[in-house]
């Protein structure tokens, strides 16, 4: 398969997760309760999650030529993630975060963004006609945001629809990106971050002004609100799991969101199923490693 219905521009990282009875206060060492290595980086999460729910999904990207790249080119393989856009750049070396996870499964991430950082709008370009067949592009802000413009700027010309998750939280946001984002999807940290408001409701109805579709603000535990032009704010609750580990629920979220909108066009449905996609992520370790298939987030969405 040469072309996608979701192209995911953005990170790979490898993830070394080390678990710890407390988050470290400024200063302080503890000793870990163990380590587990797994692939990580939001938009591979992302784009994994898409493809495990059945859309037929591509990575644009940036790697390293090292192990590490080995094995991101082996997870997209397996996962039958289209890698005809992913460049490997010498001199870089593919990108790692370290992820402390506490015993209440709440995790801290630090990313060093290695190749992430080098991902260039001529990285994009090489892969216009992947972004241009697609039906909707999937970007993140863990690589530059001059190749996000240049890949939204190839999905709005060809009639292809893009949704932002805008994650980690931005200092500010690129005026010209939100103006190419159909939907945005923000937890209650970054639609702070890029609104000045607190609450849900203020923090969706201010951003919609400024994106073509719609709002998702993200709310953990408590599930998600949709904000969309003329239609009330819907909002989804979360069915209760047992937490391991949180680590990327957040891309599941967003992955399950984007698969189920593509095959539906329905952004409520969508909705249920990142909302289901985020819960099963919780239940296991790790980010992409935790992710549930079509049948088990359908049955927890109930569609
Ligand atoms: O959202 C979780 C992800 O954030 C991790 O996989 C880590 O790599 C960072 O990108």
């Known amino acids: ?27 302080e060492t503890c000793l870990g309760l163990g380590r587990v290595e797994s692939p990580g980086g939001k938009g591979s999460n992302q784009a994994i999650q898409a493809a495990r729910c059945g859309a037929p999904t591509a990575m644009v990207a940036a790697i390293g030529h090292d192990a590490a790249g080995d094995e991101a080119l082996a997870l997209w393989s397996e996962a039958g993630v289209v890698t005809s856009g992913v460049a490997r750049l010498a001199g870089q070396g593919t990108g790692m975060a370290v992820i ?3 015993a209440r499964g709440e995790n801290a991430i630090v990313v060093d963004s290695g190749a992430n950082a080098h991902l260039a709008p001529e990285h994009v370009d ?11 592009v999937v970007a993140q802000l863990e690589t530059p945001v001059a190749a996000t413009v240049r890949a939204f700027e190839i999905a709005r010309a060809a009639g292809a629809a893009t949704l932002l998750n805008a994650a980690p939280a931005p200092e500010a946001i690129d005026g010209a990106l939100l103006a190419l984002t159909d939907f945005l999807v923000v937890n209650e940290i970054e639609g702070k971050a890029l609104s000045g408001h607190e609450t849900a409701a203020a923090i969706g109805e201010t951003l919609l002004g400024r994106v073509g579709k719609g709002v998702i603000v993200t709310l953990g535990a408590e599930g998600a609100m949709l904000f969309e032009h003329h239609r009330p704010p819907h909002r989804q609750s979360s069915s209760k799991v047992e937490v391991v580990d949180t680590t990327g629920a957040g891309d599941a979220f967003t992955g399950a969101f984007a698969a189920r909108w593509i095959a539906t066009g329905d952004a409520p449905a969508a909705l249920a199923w990142g909302v289901a996609a985020g819960a099963l992520a919780c239940t296991a370790q790790g980010a992409a490693a935790s992710y549930a298939d079509r049948d088990r987030i359908a049955a927890l969405a109930g569609a």
């Open 100 to 102: 402390l996870v506490d």
């Open 1 to 27: 398969m040469t072309s996608a219905e979701i192209v995911v521009v953005g990170s790979y990282n490898r993830d070394v997760s080390l678990s710890v009875e407390r988050m470290p206060a400024p200063g």
């Open 126 to 136: 090489a892969a216009a006609t992947l972004i241009g067949g697609a039906r909707l």
